[in-house]
């Protein structure tokens, strides 16, 4: 017995290690920022003047940069990603399935500064394009205001979109999976069209699929080069697509090695700090629903439902 | 009648629109391919992998001193988290149920969500401020911890997959836990935990995130751990950003070299995968 205790003891020291670290994460980065956080409390979190030079740290540019084209980004790559899960679970030709997941998973694995460097060549240029043949109607909305850059918000949103995509789409589908099957097959029983009977699935499945989602949301909010290459860096808050703008994590690469003092370096990890929360909040949620779906979705916990067939 | 073409109708809208959400994937995909191989295939010479940089300003030269940078790194980073991943992740299949498990596979599906930037951030606060030092050692310690929860998710995962029936028996032997541990199971499950770990040493030497303040750059040949080295990704982005001609060019060499490296562990990792598969089914 006490050779097992022996051995428990020693691969539980880095179980242990494993937890430690996110905690150790967390401790770090507010001792490395309590400066800013003394001397500028939620202030920091409100003034949307970020001025190194004259010692002015607000913070809220980036926080609206970041949420601003990680939502853009959620609301492209959602839709474009549910069809990838629904098409390969349950559309696509077994032969087709595995390459299928092969290129889609390959978008994940394909390094965040190739992303950018594409970005800056080719993906900058085309939007630019698009900026220019944009009529002068639509350009007096706010929406598409300002000079035609090529760098800026739309750039960011449309390259952070395909970077997320996989990484929803490959957890949406594990989350149709565990459907039960006879879900479907009921559907189909009532005489349900394809996409009726895909549909109740998906309604089964809605949980899992809105932790799915958030787990790409999750993905954008901390994405750094890529974004850091095409947003434009430029710290103000405007609703345009076409204005160069900055998130959290590009103003913490850009800046972090030219902090020439320690309140600007606490100010920049602050905003590591915040990000990492939002991240953690985001990511647990999402695994909790996730998990909380892989609970009902076992066979015979509940009655199937039909309702959403009908 | 009339109502039921609708639900047909309806039903082909959407079967289209799954099947055209693959296209709009697969189209930034194939362009990205398209320009990095076309790009990076003109600009990659011999001279690229064997060169160390030029002064600025002057055309030619190679990366030599980033890819023994990115070597020593990655190193570093393997001989962090292999060790710590793979009895983490063993700790978590062996034990299920318990508290800890439960935390440790909470705690690795977290940190595996964190930003790779915030990770930076940590190994800077840990590995080179006490130190006023840049170092290789900072930025193989903030790859490394990005590692760790990949390998051991996978390992957990893999080791899950062994059947029960090898640790009864390893067990009905007589053998004690760690024995039937590290005789029975892990070997029979390796295969997937070596994939794991190339699959997560595919991650990390892509990053540059973590390494712009640990690792820094270096434009000199450097194997000291203690100094600034340099790394691929890192010199493929100060190349991006630069004015000169020739720089952007390597860059694309640079990401050519990368997401070669990245595909070969891609399909590497497949191939293991369904041969794993195969064999327990």
Known sequence: MRRELGFRLVIGAFA?????????????LSRQSWLSIARFGLAFWLDRTWDPVAGEFGAL?????????????????????????????DLCPAWLRGPLVFF??????????????????????AVRQFEIAMPELLRRLPLFSGPPLGVGMLAAALILAVMIVPFTSSVAREVLKTVPMAQREAAYALGATRFEAIRSAIFFARTGIVGAVMLGFGRALGETMAVTMVIGNNPQISPSLFAPQYTMAAVIANEFTEATDDLYLHALIEIGLVLFLITLIVNSASRLLIWAMGRTARPAARRVELGAAA | MMLDARRRFLSALFVAACGLSVVLALVPLGLILFFVIGSGVQALNLEFFTALPKPVGEPGGGMLNAFVGTLILTGLASLMAIPAG???????????????????????DTLNGVPSIVIGIFAYGIAVL?????SALAGGLALGIMMVPIIARTTEEMLL????????????????RARAVFTVIVPAALPGIVTGAV???????????PLLFTSFNNRFFSTDLRQPISSVTVQVFTYAISPYEDWRRQAWAGALVLVSFVLACSVLARLVTARIQRGWA
């Open chain 2, 86 to 108: 793979v009895l983490s992740g063993i700790y978590m299949s062996e034990y299920a149920g318990t508290r800890l498990a439960t935390a440790t596979r909470f705690a690795a």
């Open chain 1, 104 to 125: 889609t998973e390959l978008l994940a694995a394909i390094p965040s500064i190739v992303y950018g460097l594409w970005g800056i060549f080719v993906l900058v240029p």
């Open chain 1, 16 to 28: 242990v290690l494993v937890v430690g670290l996110v905690v150790a994460i967390g401790v770090e």
């Open chain 2, 199 to 209: 699959l997560a040493l595919a991650r990390i030497a892509g990053e540059t995130a």
């Open chain 2, 130 to 134: 006490p130190f006023r030092q840049f």
């Open chain 1, 61 to 89: 540019p980036f926080i609206w940069g970041t949420l601003y084209s990680s939502g853009l980004a959620l609301l492209l790559a959602t839709p474009v990603a549910l069809g990838i899960a629904v098409f390969i679970s």
């Open chain 2, 161 to 176: 997959l062994v059947p029960a029936a090898m640790r009864e028996g390893a067990l009905a032997l007589g053998a004690t």
